[in-house]
């Protein structure tokens, strides 16, 4: 039986692509992770798999290209059901899904709205986004995890954005563990996992990322 080929087109910096690789990892799956030049020309490849976005992640499942990275983690983890990510009740699994498309929805762009700031980080701007970390707090609770006692798919969905957060409290002058410490030791923990932390690149390697990225969109 031929073996099933894996592919993910990636980006180091990407918390999307991390969230598909940190599936993938606890999966227990082999995979080929093949860097994009999203700067100086996607690929052939990139641009026929996903031709509607255009942008990383694509999943490659012997040639069968998937988009978006919660519908890959989804599939991943319907592929390959050992172990779940996902709760075993549907009401479980519908809160898990609640709570990755609040995520979503939420904080990457919360982000962006502090480390785009020119000038000042507005107060609005860093108001907005610890509120919506206290908010994910609450749902956490005195759990390890999102879902319990088990690392699963909010927790993947979610820990990949927080690589970008020392990027966030440097240049909006605060600190995620003053601010929500429960929420900051959820981060240590996940970072702890050997999943997540082949995956997820160092903070200060994003924050020079970030810092150039903000002189090539003119910012600073």
């Not at 059901?81 to 904080?107: E, H, M, N, T």
């Not at 006692?149 to 002058?173: H, N, Q, R, Y």
């Not at 999943?195 to 990322?209: L, N």
Request: overall charge neutral.
């Amino acid at each position: 039986m031929s073996k099933v080929k894996l592919v993910i087109l990636d980006c180091w910096v990407s918390p999307f692509c991390m969230r598909v690789k940190i599936a993938l990892n606890e999966k227990g799956l082999e995979y080929e992770a093949q860097a994009e030049d999203l700067f100086g020309g996607k690929s052939e490849l990139l641009l026929s798999s996903n031709p509607i976005y255009k942008k990383v992640p694509v999943f490659l499942h012997d040639g069968k290209a998937l988009c978006e990275s919660i519908i890959i983690v989804n599939y991943i983890d319907e592929t390959w059901s050992s172990p779940p990510l996902l709760p075993p009740c549907s009401y479980g699994r519908a809160q898990a899904r609640f709570w990755a498309d609040f995520i979503d929805k939420k904080v990457f762009d919360a982000c962006g709205n502090i480390w785009r700031s020119k000038g000042e980080v507005p107060v609005e701007a860093k108001k907005e986004f610890i509120e919506i970390l206290k908010q994910l707090e609450e749902a956490l609770g005195d759990k390890d995890y999102f879902i319990g006692t088990t690392f699963g798919f909010v927790d993947i969905i979610l820990i990949p954005l927080t690589s970008w957060f020392f990027a966030v409290e440097k240049i909006g002058g605060f600190t995620v563990e003053a601010e929500c410490p429960k929420f900051s030791n959820w981060m240590k923990r996940c970072l702890q996992r050997e999943s997540v932390a082949k995956v997820v690149p160092p903070p200060e390697k994003v924050y020079e990322f970030v810092l150039m990225f903000r002189k090539m969109q003119g910012i600073d």
